[in-house]
């Protein structure tokens, strides 16, 4: 749990550099574990981001509290117009304290700036608070297929933000 100091604490939204690549996979690996599994797809992603993100079009954003990165999240390159938002984490000890929504907003912001048509993510029922924050932020529940095949198993629901 937090302590009142760390709900205090400012918090930066940065972009990705290579020196964050070990706490991108570590964020991710920490809230997949508790909840899934690293599946394959992960691994790839996780083990190389500048390869498979930065490389191919995409963003990643992290979160810092004074010197401590504590979140992050990524967008994922579908097409021109679309990207997926993926890759969100905030680790244990800061969740509940709106860094998942700065973070969401950050790369909500990047692609309004991009003039991108919409944002896509796949989550789960299980994730009821990302949920919640997504609805909160205008995503909708749409079709699976609608956004395309998506890598991993534990999927079951969809959701988009059309953003133009």
């Known amino acids: 749990m937090a302590t009142e100091m760390q709900r205090n604490l400012p918090v930066e939204i940065i972009e990705f550099e290579p020196a964050h690549a070990k706490r991108f996979r570590d964020l991710n690996y920490e809230w997949l574990n508790e909840y899934f599994e690293v599946e394959p797809f992960d691994e790839i992603v996780l083990s190389n981001p500048e390869k498979q993100v930065l490389a191919h079009g995409g963003f990643i954003f992290m979160a810092r509290v004074d010197r401590e990165i504590v979140g992050t999240c990524a967008l994922l390159r579908h097409t021109e117009n679309r990207y997926e938002l993926a890759k969100?984490?905030?680790?244990?000890?800061?969740?509940?304290?709106?860094?998942?929504?700065?973070?969401?907003?950050?790369?909500?912001?990047?692609?309004?700036?991009?003039?991108?048509?919409?944002?896509?993510?796949?989550?789960?029922?299980?994730?009821?608070?990302?949920?919640?924050?997504?609805?909160?932020?205008?995503?909708?529940?749409?079709?699976?297929?609608?956004?395309?095949?998506?890598?991993?198993?534990?999927?079951?629901?969809?959701?988009?933000?059309?953003?133009s």
């Open 88 to 163: 969100m984490a905030v680790t244990k000890g800061f969740r509940g304290q709106g860094i998942g929504r700065r973070l969401a907003m950050a790369a909500i912001e990047k692609m309004r700036a991009m003039k991108v048509e919409s944002l896509v993510l796949a989550t789960s029922k299980q994730l009821k608070p990302a949920n919640m924050l997504y609805e909160s932020l205008g995503f909708r529940y749409v079709p699976m297929e609608e956004i395309g095949p998506i890598p991993y198993k534990r999927h079951t629901v969809a959701m988009e933000l059309i953003l």
